[in-house]
């Protein structure tokens, strides 16, 4: 095999030992028609590749073509893993060409097809597969990676896939989807990444039926057996790639943030559900303050949800109101939280301990004006406080009806209204009916994606908080950083970095958050915040911002071919 040592290397030349068909079947090497006369020459390729020699620029437009004559997303999506597993710098370059069109192939929404059809579409192996009958022998299957060297490992364990459930082996669709990203934007490089999904059995009953479904056939395991494994697997890990950041991916709620707080300060580690969603939304926040004009120890948060999603978004608020000169106590004074039950105050017997640091005392609603019902809902909580932010994570379509969204505008210059639930028809409110009924005033981030709404003779884009304005910048900063650690305040660093390259501080009816085609250069920006925070909690070996700029540069791959000469034998 080849050394990954020599793949990821910059130098615009690279020694391989591979030859012939062998170099031509590893996806990481192989420039397929752009191997040139002298390297056809050097490697035995004559023969085995048509005559005519192309370019990356020319190979991506011919694969541009081939791609465009699919019909239909699943299909697509097949053609670019297909490419990926055949020629990775191509695979790569064609995604940067068209980032916008191709990125929801490759990740969401379409990989969820690919994870539903997993079993059927699967052609070559990628990553690693630990199944649970295998449990006792995880350290040989990590020393059975294709590649020696790993940065970043994306995990899962397939439970909670996307907004699809449990798809069991299939949820493997997902690591090699997001760990694409990790390479695309953060510039990793492919050669050091590894998608793992522990296989635990399935619930899903479909595919346990599907005679073609290619997991471990079996109910999913639970209780100590299920989190002995993942401790099995952990620390193997631990021994063998004890550097190497992992990131758990689409657990379920139960498990998800048990094994974070278990691990976390264990090794590299962090879950991009959890975090990463939250700092997304926080870094769409800074934007829409900073754009708003006012200060952030002046604002005022309303929450309609609060599940895991919400009390995440609300912990790194809460964080960034006591940064701004708040106390503690001021801090959570300022988030109002609403869920089935209503506001979360302290007089209620059914918050969970994270739910509960938000409980208002009941003394503060003895002044309102309350509904006949006694429960203080959203509207009641909208009418009595001035809301400066309005944020929906709680699955219930319009939720942010006219007079609620009409009632808070009345109050505020710029209403920050961020209607989060996904899909598109959970969403608390749609984009248009935020802006007729604000006049155009909200500055508006949703869950899901929505067209630019016309107002006043402009068209308004609308910013998704998508995860991936911040994970795979957040790897490229540990990795550049040698970070040993991932903290709740690199997170909040990185959303800091984020909101402040929001295009909306520049013109004030821009997107809140940048174009997909700009992520790559605010990626070396919130990989450069990632690293200085690493740096000052004394989790990375200090540098110059300069010394550490230069590393994020360097560690930011670029797909290009480097020139192959033959490795002495
Ligand atoms: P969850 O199920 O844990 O929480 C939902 C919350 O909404 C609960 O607190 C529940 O009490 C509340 N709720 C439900 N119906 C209600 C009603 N009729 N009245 C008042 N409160 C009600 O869900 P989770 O994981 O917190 O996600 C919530 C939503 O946010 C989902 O639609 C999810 O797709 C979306 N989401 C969007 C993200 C993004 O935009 N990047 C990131 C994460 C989640």
């Known amino acids: 095999m080849f050394l990954a040592e020599e793949a990821r290397m910059t130098s615009p030349m690279l020694h391989v030992s591979l030859r012939g068909m062998h170099l031509l079947d590893t996806p990481i090497l192989n420039k397929g028609t752009a191997f040139t006369d002298e390297e056809r020459t050097a490697f035995g390729l004559h023969g085995l590749l048509p005559p005519h020699i192309e370019s990356l620029d020319e190979q991506a437009v011919r694969a541009y073509e081939a791609y465009r004559r699919k019909d239909d997303d699943l299909e697509r999506h097949i053609y670019l893993r297909a490419l990926q597993d055949?020629?990775?710098?191509?695979?790569?370059?064609?995604?940067?060409?068209?980032?916008?069109?191709?990125?929801?192939?490759?990740?969401?929404?379409?990989?969820?097809?690919?994870?539903?059809?997993?079993?059927?579409?699967?052609?070559?192996?990628?990553?690693?597969?630990?199944?649970?009958?295998?449990?006792?022998?995880?350290?040989?299957?990590?020393?059975?990676?294709?590649?020696?060297?790993?940065?970043?490992?994306?995990?899962?364990?397939?439970?909670?896939?996307?907004?699809?459930?449990?798809?069991?082996?299939?949820?493997?669709?997902?690591?090699?989807?997001?760990?694409?990203?990790?390479?695309?934007?953060?510039?990793?490089?492919?050669?050091?990444?590894?998608?793992?999904?522990?296989?635990?059995?399935?619930?899903?009953?479909?595919?346990?039926?599907?005679?073609?479904?290619?997991?471990?056939?079996?109910?999913?395991?639970?209780?100590?057996?299920?989190?002995?494994?993942?401790?099995?697997?952990?620390?193997?890990?631990?021994?063998?790639?004890?550097?190497?950041?992992?990131?758990?991916?689409?657990?379920?709620?139960?498990?998800?943030?048990?094994?974070?707080?278990?691990?976390?300060?264990?090794?590299?580690?962090?879950?991009?559900?959890?975090?990463?969603t939250a700092a997304v939304v926080f870094g769409a926040l800074i934007g829409a303050i900073k754009a708003s004009g006012a200060a952030m120890k002046d604002q005022q948060i309303v929450f309609f949800g609060a599940g895991a999603a919400a009390i995440g978004v609300a912990d790194y608020l809460r964080e960034a109101l006591v940064a701004s000169g708040l106390s503690e106590q001021e801090a959570r004074s300022r988030i109002w939280i609403v869920n089935r039950g209503g506001v979360l105050r302290s007089d209620r017997t059914d918050l969970s301990a994270e739910q509960r640091v938000y409980a208002q005392p009941a003394e503060r609603f003895a002044s309102w004006a309350l509904p006949s019902t006694g429960k203080i809902d959203l509207e009641a909580v909208i009418r009595n406080v001035r809301a400066t932010i309005l944020i929906g994570l709680s699955t219930v379509r319009g939720a942010f009806t006219e007079s609620i969204v009409r009632e808070m505008a009345a109050k505020v210059d710029r209403p920050i209204i961020f209607p989060l639930s996904n899909p598109t028809d959970r969403s608390e409110a749609v984009p248009s009916d935020l802006i007729q009924w604000t006049n155009g005033r909200a500055l508006i981030a949703t869950g899901s994606p929505f067209a630019p709404v016309e107002s006043g003779g402009r068209k308004i884009p609308i910013a998704q908080c998508n995860n991936v304005y911040v994970f795979p910048a957040v790897g490229l900063g540990l990795v550049a950083s040698r970070a040993r650690r991932v903290t709740d305040k690199m997170m909040i660093a990185a959303a800091k970095a984020l909101g402040e390259n929001s295009p909306a501080l520049r013109d004030p009816v821009a997107s809140l958050l940048p174009s997909l085609k700009d992520l790559r250069q605010v990626a070396r920006d919130i990989a450069f915040a990632v690293g200085t925070e690493a740096q000052r909690a004394g989790l990375a070996e200090p540098s110059s911002p300069e010394e550490l700029r230069d590393r994020i540069a360097a560690t930011q791959w670029t797909p290009e071919y480097p020139h192959l000469v033959r490795a002495k034998p």
């Not at 620390?235 to 689409?250: I, N, R, S």
């Open 86 to 276: 055949t020629n990775e710098a191509l695979f790569y370059r064609l995604l940067i060409d068209h980032i916008e069109e191709l990125m929801p192939i490759v990740y969401t929404p379409v990989v969820a097809l690919g994870c539903q059809h997993f079993s059927q579409i699967y052609r070559r192996p990628r990553g690693l597969f630990i199944s649970y009958p295998l449990r006792d022998c995880i350290p040989e299957l990590l020393r059975s990676r294709p590649n020696p060297d790993v940065d970043i490992i994306v995990v899962t364990d397939g439970e909670r896939i996307l907004g699809i459930g449990d798809q069991g082996v299939g949820g493997m669709g997902i690591p090699i989807g997001k760990l694409s990203l990790y390479s695309l934007i953060g510039g990793i490089h492919p050669a050091q990444t590894l998608p793992i999904v522990l296989d635990v059995g399935t619930n899903n009953q479909e595919r346990l039926k599907t005679p073609e479904y290619l997991g471990w056939r079996h109910e999913r395991i639970s209780g100590d057996a299920y989190y002995d494994f993942v401790d099995q697997f952990v620390q193997a890990l631990k021994h063998e790639l004890p550097h190497t950041c992992l990131q758990w991916e689409d657990f379920a709620n139960p498990h998800a943030r048990p094994l974070l707080d278990r691990y976390r300060d264990q090794l590299l580690t962090f879950n991009d559900d959890i975090q990463g």
